[in-house]
């Protein structure tokens, strides 16, 4: 195994591994909750209760928010591309489903393997540049 090129290529590859991840914990940071605390633990006396702007008050950390928005640009940015589809759904397989290796991948996609690699490595460069990276 060759070892990256860059410092930072092992670290984009984790963002983007880590997306789906991320955005189910956003989403459950922002579900409001509609059942009442039925813990038995005494909860604030003489404060109301808002759900909707508790809800809006959770977010991810920092770096979080960071990562995730740089992976979302990437995937904006790429939609709009030719074969922006494809390039997605090469993306899906190699790194959020993980059922396919990049090769696997150019073959499902029915594209040469070169041209998988250079899709997947203009999505690594694009959400490193996003991220502030490059």
Not at 5 to 26: F, H, N, S, T
Not at 42 to 58: E, W
Request: glycine share 6%; charged share 30%; aromatic share 8%.
């Amino acid at each position: 195994m060759s070892s990256p090129r860059y410092d930072w290529w092992p670290y984009v590859k984790g963002m983007i591994r880590r997306y789906p991840e991320l955005c189910a914990r956003q989403e459950e940071l922002r579900r409001t909750k509609m059942s009442p605390n039925l813990t038995g633990m005494p909860g604030a006396h003489g404060q109301t209760s808002d759900p909707v702007a508790d809800a809006a008050l959770r977010e991810l950390p920092e770096i979080n928010r960071r990562e995730l928005e740089a992976v979302r640009q990437a995937i904006e940015e790429t939609r709009t591309l030719p074969n922006g589809e494809e390039r997605l759904e090469m993306v899906r397989l190699v790194f959020w489903k993980k059922t396919h290796t990049l090769e696997g991948a150019a073959i499902k996609c029915y594209i040469s393997y070169p041209t998988a690699k250079r899709w997947h490595k203009e999505f690594i460069l694009l959400v490193g540049e996003n991220f502030g990276l490059l």
